[in-house]
């Protein structure tokens, strides 16, 4: 099982990214994006159950980021709109191989590698 996230890079505030996380080995049910500024805790930024018609944003994200899933490809992606620098951090994806969508960290039980997001101002 593996967890593949990319997509991260500079980008100046108000501009946008897409991230890409390609699952392989089984498939999943809730796949979530987590994101860790320096010196603090991850946190959600967004999850998406297995259908996707149900999502979770974090308040902070909300109406500028959007999940969405590809079940065909295995893989889940967070389009990012209206970057702050305050969204700098390190992006994770995360997934669970069963359960509802979740916002804690340990209910996911396979995680990618992370891809760094910088928004400079």
């Known amino acids: 099982v593996q967890l593949q996230a990319f997509g991260g890079g500079l980008v100046q505030a108000g501009g946008c990214l897409k991230l890409?996380?390609?699952?392989?080995?089984?498939?999943?049910?809730?796949m979530g994006w987590f994101r860790q500024a320096p010196g603090k805790e991850r946190v959600t930024a967004a999850a998406i159950n297995w259908s996707g018609g149900i999502t979770y944003y974090a308040d902070s994200v909300k109406g500028r980021f959007t999940i969405s899933r590809d079940h065909a490809k295995n893989t889940v992606y967070l389009q990012m709109n209206s970057l702050k620098p305050e969204d700098t951090a390190v992006y994770y994806c995360?997934?669970?191989?069963?359960?509802?969508?979740?916002?804690?960290?340990?209910?996911?039980?396979?995680w990618g590698q992370g891809t760094l997001v910088t928004v400079s101002s």
């Open positions: 995360a997934a669970r191989a069963g359960g509802q969508i979740s916002t804690q960290t340990d209910a996911y039980s396979y």
């Open positions: 890409s996380c390609a699952a392989s080995g089984r498939p999943f049910s809730t």
